[in-house]
């Protein structure tokens, strides 16, 4: 009976330390903020969905690093997360501003025809 609670309580400390035993996402982590940073600059924030995604990033990138070097798997996780939700957010406002461009463009042209 001991012995089967010993073993028990290191399989426990063991499997409790897997998460931290992986190294902490730090590149990764760094890569998915100059994600975020190129979203930011190129206009999520002014363009609901985009801005959506952009604020789960961040709110990813922040949980991720509150867990870096106490659970570095689900840290990693979320970076993974947070990057993929930043280059969405861009894509959106990419695709926001080509929206608009081209129905400036149409406008433009209605214009030019005289109607």
Do not use: F
């Not at 280059?87 to 929206?99: D, E, G, H, P, R």
């Amino acid at each position: 009976m001991v012995m089967q609670m010993a073993k028990a309580a290191i399989a426990a400390i063991v499997l409790s330390a897997c998460g931290a035993s992986l190294p902490a996402p730090s590149d990764d982590w760094a890569a998915a903020q100059a994600d975020v940073g190129r979203a930011q600059s190129g206009g999520a924030p002014s363009v609901p969905d985009a801005k959506l995604h952009l604020q789960l990033a961040q709110e990813d990138l922040q949980k991720s690093k509150d867990l870096m070097d106490k659970d570095n798997k689900r840290a990693a996780s979320l970076v993974a997360l947070a990057r993929v939700e930043a280059q969405l957010a861009l894509s959106l406002a990419k695709a926001a501003s080509a929206q608009d461009s081209a129905q400036q463009a149409q406008q433009d042209l209605q214009k030019a025809k005289g109607n």
